[in-house]
């Protein structure tokens, strides 16, 4: 299978057409990070495709943190309050996490991207649309996260399929992460949950 996979969802908006043909550009697209001439000493073909998957992950959790910690310094309103603690928890989680992921591609022998324009060239999240109440923060970050969690279920179905459990268990660790501030953030904008 192709590490990185096109998105399938139907989008109904530019910014989620713009996240998916991202998403499309960029496959596979590590050239600056990951030498394409030879493999290091001691690392296999699948080292290689799992690292360029991580490199993606990991350029999503650090623009991610980057937009949460956006959100942290310039919400306002009523929400203030919960929106600010909960946003400084969520960055806080993440910054464990980047460094895990990073560590993570340095044990298979590959070097971790840390710069911006890598890591914008290989995540799928972007910075053309600008919110400016706390609920549009909100249903940005939301939708957000989402992309990031469909990310990380690619990534552990990558690393399944090339037998790598210890990347899968960190991916399936991590990706819990967002699910739980996806839930958190939702529902900030009010549930649609119903009893079982
Ligand atoms: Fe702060």
Do not use: C
Not at 15 to 38: C, L
Not at 76 to 85: N, R, T, V
Not at 107 to 132: C, G, R, V
Request: proline share 3%; aromatic share 8%.
């Amino acid at each position: 299978m192709a590490i990185y996979q096109t998105n399938e969802r139907t989008n109904t908006n530019t910014r989620n057409k713009n996240h998916a043909q991202k998403r499309v550009e960029h496959v596979g697209d590590t050239r600056s990070v990951i030498p394409p001439q030879s493999l290091p000493e001691g690392a296999s073909e699948l080292d290689k495709q799992i690292s360029r998957v991580l490199a993606g992950i990991l350029a999503d959790n650090y623009l991610l943190r980057l937009k949460v910690q956006e959100i942290h310094w310039n919400v306002e309103g009523p929400l203030f309050d919960s929106i600010h603690k909960m946003t400084e928890e969520y960055y806080t989680v993440l910054d464990g996490d980047i460094d895990e992921l990073a560590e993570r591609i340095r044990m298979k022998k590959f070097f971790a991207p840390a710069n911006f324009k890598t890591y914008d060239s290989l995540s799928i999240l972007s910075f053309d649309e600008e919110a400016q109440t706390a609920k549009e923060m909100i249903e940005h970050l939301t939708r957000d996260i989402d992309f990031v969690v469909s990310r990380f279920k690619d990534g552990i179905e990558a690393a399944e399929e090339a037998k790598d459990p210890g990347t899968a268990d960190l991916l399936t660790a991590f990706l819990q992460h967002h699910e739980k501030y996806l839930w958190m953030f939702s529902s900030l904008l009010g549930g649609s949950s119903v009893k079982l």
